[in-house]
Every structure is written in C-alpha cells, then in structure tokens.
C-alpha cells in the first residue's frame, strides 16, 4: 500500500515535471508548438515564442560579438550564429576570429561594386536596385546575414576621408538612391545596415566630435536619407556613429535613437553599434543600442579569451539585472529585434542562392561605373578618343588598384581592371606603341596592401618627381592625346576611413606635372580619380576633365568605355565641386573641424553654416553670404561661383529642354502638381540626360534655400529622339522643420519650380501653395 501510494506520487511528480516542461518557465505558456519556427506566422509571433524560451544567459549572448564580425544563435533552439561583413562596396574578406589579419580564405574574392559617390552620380535609382541585388547575391554566397552598409552621410565638406561612401550632398538625392539599394540587398535575405547614424560627416577626431546643429539643418539635411531608408526602405539594420550629439555618443543617443528612430519612425530593426563606438553601459542598455559590435576592437585589451564577455552588454549587463538594477524590459526589447533579425536573414527559408563573382555582378559593377562618370569639361571635343589617335596615358592612378585600402572598405578583389589595362583593350594605336605610351608622371602611395590583402603586382618607382615630370612631357611632345589619371587614393589622409584630407589641392605635385604637360601638348585629358571634389587651378588650360571615382573591379573597362565614346557619359555630380576650400560653407565659416573643449577630450564641431550646405550655399547671394559671414565673424570676402555646379554632367551629344508646363497652378494638399517637359537628343549619338527638378519660394530670403532638389528622371534619346518628362512634387515634400513646433510644416505662398539639367538652371515655373 506504502510502495503503492510512493508509486503515484512519483507518477504524480513525473506528470507535472512532465507538463511543466510544455511550459516557459517564466510565463507557463504553452511551448511545444515552435511559433518562432513557423513562416506562417507573423514576425511579432514568432519573436516572442522565442523570447519566452530564452534564458537569460542565451539572450544576453544574442546581443554582443562572440568574434569580429559575428554574434551567436541559440543553439539549443536552431538559431543560427549571425555574421555580418563590410560593406559597402563589395563583402569585405573574412578576418581571423578575434585579429584583424586576413583568415586566407579562398573564397572570399569577391566582385568589387562603384563606391557609392558614383552610385549616385548615375542619378538612377535602376542602378542602386541592381547593386544592391549583385552585392546581396555575394553577401548570401559568403554567408552573410547583415552588409554594413550602405552609408549616406551627407558631404558636408570636400575634405571628409569617407565621402567616397556616401551619397553626396542633397538629402533628396541620397534619400532616392538609398531606397532601392536597401530594398535590392534585402530581396535577397540579407540586411542592409545603414550608417554612419548621424551626423558622422568628417573623420577627424570621429570618435570625440561632438556635434553642435539646428534641430532644423539635423532634419531637413542629415537625417532624410537615413529616414527614407527606414520608412521607405524597410531597413533591418541601422549603425550608430561614433561621434556624438548633445554631449552624448550616437550609439547610445536618446534623441536620435529612441525619440526619432524608434518612436517617430517606427524602426522595428536592429542599432548595432560602430565598431567600439560603445562607452557606456547604463546608456546603452536604455538608449537603443541593441547590438555591440567591436568594443575593445584588438580583441586583447580585457584578455584574449574574455574581451567579448567584458563587453557593456556582456556579463556586466547580465549581473546588473540580476542584481535588480534593471528588469528585462529592455533587454527582451533588443532581444526581439535581433529575433526580428534572424527571421528575416538567416532563418528565412526563403532566402535564394548567393553567387560569387558571377558575371552578371561583374556586368552590373560596369553598368553603374559608366553611368557614374561624369564628364566635366570637354573642350573642342578631344573627347571620345579617335581610334586611331597616338595616346599617351600618364599617371600612378592609371596602374594603382584602387580597392585594396581606404578602411573598412577594403576588399580583396577577385579581379580589378585598371584604367591602362582597360584603355590597352578597347584602342589600338596605345597597343601598338609596346609600352612606350605610358608614364608615370608622378609617385603616391606605393604600399598596396591593407590588413593583410596584398596587390600582387608592385608599383614601386625610384625616379624623382623631375624625372618622372621630364619623361612625361618628352613622350606627351610625341602624343594627339594626352591621358592623366590622377587624383587621390586610398591611403591615409587622402579618401581614407580614420582620417580626413589635409589639404583641398591635388597632392603629389600632381598640378606641377599637369602645368609641365600642358605647355607641350594641347590635348589633355585629366581623369580625376577620387571621392572628393579637387583643386583645379589649372582648369582652364586643360581641354578635358573626367570625374573617374572609384570604379570597383570593372574600373579600366568603365572608363576606357567612356574615354573611347562606346559609354556616352551621363553621370552628373553628386555634390557642388567647388573651387577652393575657403569657398566651401563649412570653411568659410570657420566650422572645421571644431573647437576642443577645455579639459575634456571633446572637441564641438558647431555646423555654423546651417542648412546651406552645398548648392544651397552656393545658390546664396553674396550679401547673404556676407551676412552670414559676419554672424560668425568670418574673415573670407570672395564668394566666387563653385566650379561645377551640383547635379552637372556633360554628354558627348547635346540636349535641349523644351518648355515647360504644369498641370495646375496650385498644390493643394489633395493634388501634386506634375510639371512636364520635352527632352530633346539634338546631337549625333545615342545618349541619357537627367532632367532636375528645384523647389524654392518665389521670394528668395534668408532663411529658405533659394532652391532644393525635390524631383529627377533619366532619360534616354537616340539622336534626334524627344521625350516626355514628368516630374512631381506632392505637398509634403515641401514641407520645413517647425523648430518651435518641433514638427514639419507647409508653409503657402508662392513658389518656383527651377527646371534643369543641372542646379544652374534659369528655367522656372511659378505656382501657388496651399
Ligand atoms: C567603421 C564602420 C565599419 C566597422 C566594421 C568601423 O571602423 O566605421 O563603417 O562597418 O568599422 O569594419
């Protein structure tokens, strides 16, 4: 009877036990059935299924590093490690576990992508659904769940090291680029990681800046892309930066990521934080940080074996909460979104293929290169270069690789054409000459190699810049035409992450060389290789100027198609070329690179020039600009027009606008208004213009814009060929930052609409708004 009454207690227990186990621990909920495996179900299901299965241990893991470039799964429960990679490019090759140094994969050459200056100086919004689709396909290949990338940090100043990432000046431009490049990269199971949030718009000091801006410039300049890569783009993944606003680092900022990106925006993805941009855990545990990435960045500073352990939302996190000092508010709160994460990467089982290196990756990257190129001057058409003609190409940039260096960027390239090689394959007559029709011209950086990825071919050169200059010119006295590919590079201090520029002018006794070779020969052609807008001051003896960027792998192909006329150009600048540092507004008005805080290792960096970055700044009269000057005691008196205006770019054929017309003359809140215009292709080749829309009040005063950019097309026209363009605006569009109501407003009145090819246009339209 005893034996028989233990019997059915234990039945009893063992039955409980048994029940319980069908429990969560922590909610008796049931769990036997795997919500948080089935695609049926919606996201926020699955999510908390699987939160309520997570120990503490397993979601505290979930949300820091366990290497590099990667952070764990739940094992136990089939969620799989996440691993994430640079970006934006092209997939940065993997490094060792916990080292910088390459892990000499053999798999991880991958295709090299435009940098994204060049992405948006094709003005087309194809171009950015297609690199992000090819860059996705590789990403999924590599096993990459999450691309850090891609940035659009507004050019705020020519001297940035890290432009050549980003998308140019105008927040309406990077706002319509950085779309489908997320929503491409994402249709492929991968997410995009947007950066630099915010406000990261120079190198210098990057991790001490504190940046000082109006609510107003902050809203109608810095944040709009990063906006529409959320709202419109659905981004996954957003990276904090590592400098900091009101006082406080981005990665951990209250405003920007709880107030405006979570609340206002309703960003249901994941902050990750820049490599060792956290600082502190109290502000990263309540102020939106969701993943840590990087903190402690050798790996070895807490101890080879716990760094990551040590991290601010490491163990430090976990004994907090288990002290009582949080609850797990907010820690289940990041913990579904990196949930959110892996349903949406690496546990969809919809996920397609990835590819590596495949042609039409490579096909794409020469697409979006020759639609970047801009020409910039093209006098007595020495451009497109005959067949025939006896070319000299000049220059260390025309056999430099280009996408090994520069940072975070670097990447190791299955292969890369270089500018040379690409001219040798598509003319003749350089091929003939057997070498004699290049020279080097000049010396700049000759290392080649970064965090271990090493160009096989050396560029050494031991001749003295005279001597270099003197055999350019000896050879340019026998040449038709001359080639210079120069510019910058990819070392420190040139378009290079850590660092800004140092000066604005070419470097190198680049313009020595130019001025030597224009004395002997006639027809120059300049390639300007970089990120960044140049100095040019020898402009106006040079009859050709190509802006050249940095093409990725299919850089000589691109350039050579252009340079010979098999790609008529059609890129127009991403951002106002101007013509001297002192002319750009952040120069002019002394907001570079700021001011150090005494006895704090902060230095505020006030953008004192506001929301007049960039054309808006140039669009100003001289009075304005003056008045402005003065405000902040300002000592520079020339206002001098910028070089090249924003949104410029020739073609070797011709355009012409007809007149323009709208569909009403009021934009009421219910009705856009479309305005239309003919393009017409009245030169001999095929060729693309981009017709440019500007919105400004029709009564210029200080405080708007004169102008903003607020819709564009790309239109293609064989010769002779018209086409329709029509172009809207809707309401909101127009609408300012109310800094006293701290909302966006639409203020009536008269306007016009500035209709061009680029933001130098006199063609307006006058309309009323409502
Ligand atoms: C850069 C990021 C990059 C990260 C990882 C940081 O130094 O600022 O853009 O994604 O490193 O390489």
Known sequence: MKQSKNNMVGKWVRGLLLTLSLFNPFTFLPLTAQVYLDESKSLEQRAEDAL?????????????????????????????????????HGVRPDVLWDEWEQAGQT??????????????????????RIYGESLGEEALYRGKAMI???????NRTPLNGRNFEYMGEDPWLASRMVVPYVQGLQSKGVAACVKHYALNNDEEYRHQVNVIVSDRALREIYLPAFEAAVREGGAWAIMGAYNLYKNQHDCHNSILLNQILKQEWGFDGVVVS?????????????????????????GLTMGATNAYDNYYLAEAYKKAIQEGRYTTKELDEKVRRVLRLHFRTTMNRQRPYGFLCSESHYEAARKIAGEGIVLL???????????NAKVLVVGENAIKMMTVGGGSSSLKVQREVLPLDGLLSQLCSLEGSGGGSYARGYVGDTVQSYNGVTVGRSIAESRTPAELRAEAVEKAKQADVVIVFGGLNKADYQDCEGHDRQQYELPYEQNELIEALVKVNKNIVFVNISGNAVAMPWIDKVPAVVQGWFLGSESGNALADVLTGRVNPSGKL???????????????????????REGHDVIDEEYKEDIFVGYRWADLSAKQKKELMNAHHSPLTTHPSPLFPFGYGLSYTSFKLGKVTSSTQQLTPNSPITFTVEVTNDGKVAGAETVQLYVGPAKVSASRPVKELKAFQKVWLEPGETKTVTLTVNRESLSVWDEAASKWTVIPGSYRAYIGTSSKTNISHKFELL
């Open 274 to 298: 820049d490599w060792g941009g956290t600082h502190d855990m109290d502000e990263a545990v309540r102020n939106g940080l969701d993943m840590e990435f990087g903190t402690w960045t050798d």
């Open 52 to 88: 309520q299965r997570m120990t503490l241990d397993e979601k505290i893991a979930i949300i820091h590093a366990q290497s590099k470039f990667s952070a764990p799964g739940v094992k136990r429960l089939g969620i799989p490690d996440m691993w994430t990679d640079d970006g934006p």
């Open 377 to 387: 001057k093209n006098e007595q058409h020495v451009l497109p270069i005959q067949q």
């Open 148 to 154: 850090l990338g891609p940035g659009v940090n507004i």
């Open 574 to 596: 991403p951002f106002t070329w101007f013509r001297q540092l002192s002319d750009v507004p952040a120069h002019s008005l002394g907001a570079y690179p700021g001011t150090w």
């Open 107 to 128: 798999n991880d050459s991958c295709v090299a992508f435009p940098a994204l200056t060049c992405l948006a100086a094709t003005w087309n919004p194809q171009m950015a």
